[in-house]
């Protein structure tokens, strides 16, 4: 289960590296599902799309091998729902890996960062896109979201168990790690 998937990426990536794997995107966003669905026709890969909210899966419980989102959990509204969730229709046995934007610990690439983040983008989102409060989202969001020890926190809170988190690209992204015992 990709999910999140927007125009499946993350699960075109997965099912190209691995020719017996099945996965299913879901997102709430029937708009990004049809451009998925539209880029899948020219593909070998086996993806489906489906309507979905991460805090009230349309599946049966123990129903995915494995679980995947990038850049998508940070908008989960209830979050501690929706890893609920996650838990409940994984496997037992099962993985999930989130990808998420965090915040760097460098001191100045962390400056740099946060300039970019809440001056720069919002800017070039406004005169490429018209719509800057698309981008001051994305900063805000990325601000409020429980990254590093305490994400992992709501992951095991969850059920899962074997949570770890590796911070990647000096620390702008960070992967989490967990299983379902």
């Known amino acids: ?12 990536e997965v099912t190209g590296r691995d020719q017996t794997i099945d996965v299913t995107g879901a997102d709430v966003s029937v708009g990004m599902l049809r451009r998925g669905y539209s880029k899948a026709q020219s593909r070998t890969e086996r993806l489906a799309f489906l309507a979905g909210d991460a805090e009230g899966l349309p599946f049966a419980d123990a129903l995915f091998d494995g679980v995947t989102i990038g850049f998508g959990i940070r908008n989960v ?11 409940r229709v994984l496997k037992p046995g099962g993985r999930v890996a989130i990808l998420e934007f965090s915040k760097p610990a460098t001191p100045i690439l962390k400056g740099l960062y946060f300039l970019y983040f809440k001056r720069v983008l919002p800017l070039i989102g406004k005169l490429i896109s018209r719509d800057s409060k698309a981008y001051t989202y994305l ?3 990325v601000m409020l ?7 992992c926190q709501h992951l095991s809170d969850a059920g899962l168990t074997s949570v770890e988190h590796f911070r990647l690209t000096f620390g702008i992204a960070s992967i989490y790690i967990g299983h379902k015992g």
């Open 145 to 151: 979201f429980p990254e590093g020890d305490v994400f």
């Open 139 to 141: 900063y805000e969001s």
């Open 1 to 12: 289960l990709d999910l999140a998937t927007g125009t499946g990426d993350l699960g075109f």
């Open 77 to 87: 509204v209830e979050l501690d729902k929706g890893l609920g969730e996650i838990h």
